[in-house]
């Protein structure tokens, strides 16, 4: 939750996380293609609903701690602005369920399953009684809500087949997804231990969870020479650039907690550099240097 004199509606929105979206539907997009599934308007779709899921999960976000103002003087106009946002948030979510269940009419019912999911997933990010940010699940199941089904239920959109290729190749951004929540645990770590947040930096602690974030990020590129391997991501020589992009997070890991602002942030540069180049990586092969 952002100070009183800081709290606007850009920090509620939290643009710098549209990257987790605009990315996982990217590649998934770019999956479907591979399987010979696309069509133009209906990737836009995808997009577009990607975007509004995440912009509706981060404009709830404060409501959870709606109980934590109510305890301070003088706040009332802050509460307003919360409660606002968490209607803009719903809409956000009504909006990208349109777009959902268009298409579930396409796809069938198998789809509307994912769609529950993904829906369910965000609603219970922070919303009691799930608020499953708060019972140190975030990481985990943003990994697989936010990163696994974002990307193959983009896929599924356009009309591809979920297979264990797809699940493979989804998981190094899947990674740097749970990374990016890893980051603003940390950043916030003692403000959360502060208000109570139980996230999972505060039930490990900062130290573990620094070393959680470097074994995180290594695992993410082992994973790109393992698809190389496999003849799953011909192109992985394309993401050598991205480590370039890992230095200043990594070295805002150990600062004290009033330089550490900027972790987050770094990281979401990260995840977009990563992400751009995997879709470099799935449309061309070998980079022509190679």
């Known amino acids: 939750m952002k100070t ?3 709290y606007t509606f850009i920090g509620a929105l939290r643009p710098f996380s549209f990257p987790v979206a605009l990315v996982t539907c990217s590649i998934g997009l ?3 293609w591979q399987q010979g599934q696309f069509n133009s308007l209906q990737a836009v779709l995808v997009l577009v609903g990607g975007v509004l899921l995440q912009a509706g999960v981060n404009l709830i976000n404060d409501y959870s701690d709606l109980p934590l103002l109510r305890r301070k003087p003088g706040s009332e106009w802050q509460e307003q602005a919360v409660q606002r946002h968490f209607r803009l948030g719903m809409v956000c979510f009504l909006l990208a369920s349109a777009i959902a269940l268009y298409f579930v009419s396409l796809r069938g019912l198998s789809f509307l ?8 997933g965000a609603l219970g990010y922070t919303l009691k009684p799930v608020n499953y940010k708060s019972r140190g699940l975030g990481v985990v199941l943003v990994f697989w809500l936010m990163g696994v089904l974002m990307i193959s239920g983009s896929a599924v959109a356009l009309g591809a087949s979920v297979t264990a290729e797809l699940v493979l190749q989804s998981l190094p951004v899947s990674l740097l997804v749970s990374l990016l929540l890893l980051s603003n645990e940390l950043r916030d770590y003692e403000t959360d231990q502060r208000d109570g947040h139980n996230t999972l930096t505060v039930r490990v602690g900062y130290h573990f969870s620094v070393r959680l974030y470097c074994v995180l990020l290594a695992l993410a590129y082992l994973l790109l020479a393992l698809l190389l391997a496999l003849g799953l991501l011909p192109g992985a020589f394309w993401l050598l650039p991205s480590l370039l992009l890992t230095l200043k997070p990594v070295c805002l890991l150990n600062a004290p907690a009033e330089r550490r602002a900027p972790l987050t942030p770094a990281t979401a540069r990260l995840l977009l550099g990563f992400g751009l180049l995997f879709c470099v990586a799935l449309i061309n092969p070998l980079p022509s240097l190679f």
Do not use: E
């Open 4 to 6: 009183p004199d800081k």
């Open 30 to 32: 770019l999956l479907a």
């Open 113 to 120: 399953l994912l769609c529950v999911l993904g829906l369910a």
